[in-house]
């Protein structure tokens, strides 16, 4: 069963980058094409940040499009979020999950989140 | 794209059925029946409890159940149970510029 797991520094300064990866376990990340990060600030509701395919396309959330960069490493099972000039506004539990084609583009799997602070 | 709009609280008592709303446009709810719902209690991951407006994935518990109309998506919880106490996102397919959009999100209240 496939599982995934954030990783990456929980405390990031203003107009750093947060970085953060996501490793697929119990599976192949060839299990989809499709794999997505979702945010979820401080007592707000859940925001998509954007997608990668695995042939390497992206997509991204307008609002967020000049910022973020989404990469993928198969060979690790593995893919990146990179998000650029961060301020408090930023500040928020990451979420990686797995969209899957199948169950109409529906994100199936989540890692369990981390927390990303933004301060100095 | 602006998210989905859902009411911030929804309550009801062990056994009654609570139906949540959520209020899309035509570029998103009404455009496409890719719209899914999630169940999440703070803390933990998000569990995908509805796909494609109407499907249930292997292991959701068939009290849960989704419905379409127009620009609004509904789900609706029947048996209301302690550990449906949660927060609860609708999420729709938006399109090639913004793939997805969530919900505002609402907080089930067992009482």
């Known amino acids: 069963q496939v599982q995934l797991q954030e990783s990456g520094p929980g405390l990031v300064k203003p107009s750093g980058t947060l970085s953060l990866t996501c490793t697929v376990s119990?599976?192949?990340?060839?299990?989809?094409?499709?794999w997505s990060w979702v945010r979820q600030p401080p007592g707000q509701g859940l925001e998509w940040i954007g997608e990668i395919y695995l042939g390497g396309s992206t997509n991204y959330n307008p609002s967020l499009k000049s910022r973020v960069t989404i990469s993928v490493d198969k060979s690790k099972n593995q893919f990146s979020l990179r998000l650029s000039a961060v301020t408090a506004a930023d500040t928020a539990v990451y979420y990686c999950?797995?969209?899957?084609?199948?169950?109409?583009?529906?994100?199936?799997?989540w890692g369990q989140g981390t927390t990303v602070t933004v301060s100095s | 794209q602006s998210a989905l709009t859902q009411p911030a609280s929804v309550s009801g008592s062990p056994g009654q059925s609570i139906t949540i709303s959520c209020t899309g446009t035509?570029?998103?709810?009404?455009?496409?029946?890719?719209v899914s719902w999630y169940q999440h209690h703070p803390g933990k991951a998000p569990k995908l409890i509805i796909y494609?407006?109407?499907k249930r994935p292997s292991g959701v518990s068939n009290l849960f159940s989704g419905s379409k109309s127009g620009n609004t998506a509904s789900l609706t919880i029947s048996g209301l149970q302690a550990e449906d106490e949660a927060d609860y996102y609708c999420c729709s397919y938006a399109g090639i510029i913004t793939p997805y959009v969530f919900g505002t999100g609402t907080k089930v209240t067992v009482l």
């Open positions: 494609e407006v109407n």
């Open positions: 999950a797995r969209v899957q084609s199948q169950l109409a583009l529906a994100m199936d799997v």
């Open positions: 035509s570029s998103d709810v009404g455009n496409y029946n890719f």
């Open positions: 119990g599976g192949s990340i060839s299990s989809s094409n499709w």
